[in-house]
Nanobody, 121 residues
Framework: VQLQASGGGLVQAGGSLRLSCAAS???????IGWFRQAPGREREFVAA?????????????YYADSVKGRFTISRDNAKNTVYLQMNSLKPEDTAVYYC???????????WGQGTQVTVSS
């Protein structure tokens, strides 16, 4: 599966952005996740949506504690796209955001190119 992330940009604290992760190729995957990496820091998990019971709507969503209540992950099956709606953004959310697919059921093995999110104070 090939992933293309987009939607990043510069926003003031308290603002919102929506990131998109478009999948192509072998689009089925067990989960799609968003990760981020700030300068000088390790990449960290942000959110994920899993496939379950034959559909994405039957799957579960997972969030890092730092984004719970502010970020929402969702998927549009018709567009093979996963979204990350980010509200109430904080300067500490500044990072390059990556989407990734768990295509074999054994970890995230396909990664998009990343999109920069910068939140000014």
């Amino acid at each position: 599966v090939q992933l293309q992330a987009s939607g990043g940009g510069l926003v003031q604290a308290g603002g919102s952005l929506r990131l998109s992760c478009a999948a192509s190729g072998r689009t089925f995957s067990y989960a799609i996740g968003w990760f981020r990496q700030a300068p000088g820091r390790e990449r960290e998990f942000v959110a994920a949506i899993s496939w379950s019971g034959g559909s994405w709507s039957g799957g579960s969503t997972y969030y890092a504690d730092s984004v719970k209540g502010r970020f929402t992950i969702s998927r549009d099956n018709a567009k093979n796209t996963v979204y990350l709606q980010m509200n109430s953004l904080k300067p500490e959310d500044t990072a390059v955001y990556y989407c990734a697919a768990n295509s074999q059921g054994s970890g995230y093995d396909s990664w998009g190119q990343g999109t920069q999110v910068t939140v000014s104070s």
